[in-house]
């Protein structure tokens, strides 16, 4: 146990970032697990001591208040931390001007701001240990405006950005950034975002392609279907895929105004 390094995973609780903590643990890392549920971390934390051993510390915050970020910060700085995955996000959709602007202004602070703030603190400390890898949630809607989660889009376009800035910059401080870009995944993200995900993958293998592939991509499109959709949106120029993604994403939120 004592050889373990230790991985931080936002969005711990459910979905992908579960599926990071799995993988995580099955290659031998103590979990830091960060989400609000503390019932479902919970579990978590006893499913994952019970299968490999692994020792858990659990964060329950709200990651869209920048104080509480400012929390988890403070109680993850005595452990030597080798690796972060920033999962914790969430989407909105319908048109924008039915959309409340406190849930654009949460969803930005969530996948935008709370993703810069606790990087901002772990490129310092991963300089300091000489070595350190950065996880981070794009999106299939990255790559071009979106009708109907035009906002969610546009956070995800952010983070591709970021985390294409921030890949090069951080080579000479022997960090890995690589950005995670799924296509629909059958998560808890669909009815928090009122989606539905008719066509969609399990978020299983999401983390093992990931985790195989830092150091060798800047971006990873995990699983088949990702991949197919990706690859073939990719030759077309932006203007078709607009038109593409916004006809897919106008059927899987045709129940919202
Ligand atoms: N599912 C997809 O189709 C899809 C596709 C592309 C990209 N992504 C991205 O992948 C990432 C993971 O999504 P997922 O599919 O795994 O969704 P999910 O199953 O809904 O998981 C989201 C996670 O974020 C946590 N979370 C939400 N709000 C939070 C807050 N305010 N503070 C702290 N934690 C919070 C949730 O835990 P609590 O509710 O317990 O806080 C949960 O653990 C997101 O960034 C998403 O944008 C998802």
């Known amino acids: 146990m004592q050889n373990k390094k230790w991985a931080l995973v936002t969005g711990a609780s459910s979905g992908i970032g579960k599926d990071f903590c799995f993988e995580l643990a099955k290659r031998n890392f103590n979990l830091i697990q960060v989400a609000r549920s503390s019932d479902l971390l919970n579990q978590n934390a006893e499913l994952l001591k019970e299968k490999f051993g692994t020792e858990s510390f659990l964060i329950c915050e709200d990651l869209s208040n920048r104080e509480k970020v400012k929390v988890v910060l403070e109680k993850t700085k005595n452990y030597d931390i080798s690796i972060i995955v920033l999962a914790a ?9 039915n959309i409340p602007v406190q849930d654009e202004l949460n969803m930005i602070d969530l996948n935008c701001a709370a993703v810069v703030q606790i990087c901002s603190e772990f490129v310092n400390r991963f300089k300091s240990r000489g070595e350190g890898k950065i996880v981070l949630f794009s999106s299939i809607v990255a790559f071009q405006g979106v009708a109907k989660a035009a906002t969610y889009s546009a956070t995800k376009a952010f983070i591709q950005s970021f985390a294409e800035g921030i890949y090069t910059e951080l080579k000479k401080f022997n960090i890995s950034v690589i950005s995670c870009a799924p296509g629909p995944i059958d998560s808890g993200f669909g009815s928090r975002a009122k989606m539905s995900m008719g ?57 919202v105004k």
């Open 89 to 97: 996000g969430f989407g909105t959709s319908g048109d924008f001007i």
């Open 199 to 255: 066509l969609s993958a399990k978020p299983d293998g999401i983390a093992n392609e990931t985790l195989n592939a830092i150091g060798k991509r800047l971006t990873v499109r995990p699983g088949l279907l990702s991949e197919i959709l990706s690859y073939s949106l990719a030759t077309l120029p932006r203007f078709f895929r607009r038109i593409i993604l916004n006809k897919i994403m106008g059927d899987m939120t045709k129940d």
